[in-house]
């Protein structure tokens, strides 16, 4: 399991696009930080908690904005070029990030070259292809993908939503998990 994420790891990092505009770089900025910390780390969430101690984390009432009304610990994540939030659910193997702007299309474009086509031996599934309207943001799309090995019943699943209006609150949430079915 930690050598197909090493895989993506080095596909994301060896990446030679080049962004131009505000929100391709957030796009970018995004996507390189979902691969390094949510991809990277899935296997050993706990670990990366524990690479996090020293850093700040959001109390308790801003952090249950970005987790959904479950239990976790949420951090702020700096970058250049945009705000970003890092969400690990308490006693599960799941990670979020979340992205305030971004150029959703480059978003999705990104996401889906690396989750749709898996390193072999993986079998992917795409479970889900929607558009909802929403009060808060807009109309969203969201695209999930799950990740299997033939005779194991653990699964990986990366989701991906955004939502391209300006006015919405959360233009990009990512998350990747291992699920049991």
């Known amino acids: ?3 197909f994420i090493a895989v993506i790891l080095m596909l994301t990092l060896t990446s030679t696009a080049c962004f131009g505009s505000e929100g391709d770089k957030q796009a970018n900025s995004f996507f390189y930080l979902y691969s390094s910390l949510c991809l990277k780390n899935l296997v050993d969430l706990d670990a ?3 690479k996090l101690k020293p850093v700040p984390k959001f109390p308790p009432e801003h952090a249950a904005l970005f987790l959904g009304g479950r239990t976790g610990d949420a951090w702020p994540v700096p970058d250049e070029h945009g705000t970003f939030v890092l969400a690990l659910l308490g006693g599960k193997n799941f990670c979020a990030l979340h992205a305030r702007r971004a150029n959703t299309e480059a978003v999705t474009k990104l996401f889906t070259e690396l989750v749709a086509h898996p390193p072999a031996p993986f079998i992917v599934k795409q479970l889900k292809n929607e558009q909802v309207q929403t009060a808060e943001n807009g109309m969203t799309h969201t695209v999930s993908y799950e990740w299997s090995l033939p005779d ?7 989701t991906l939503t955004t939502a391209p209006s300006e006015s919405a609150q959360l233009q990009v949430l990512g998350s ?3 699920i049991q079915p």
């Not at 194991?152 to 990366?158: D, E, G, H, I, T």
């Open 1 to 3: 399991m930690p050598r």
């Open 48 to 50: 990366l908690r524990e």
């Open 152 to 158: 194991v019943a653990r699964k990986l699943l990366f």
């Open 176 to 178: 990747a998990a291992i």
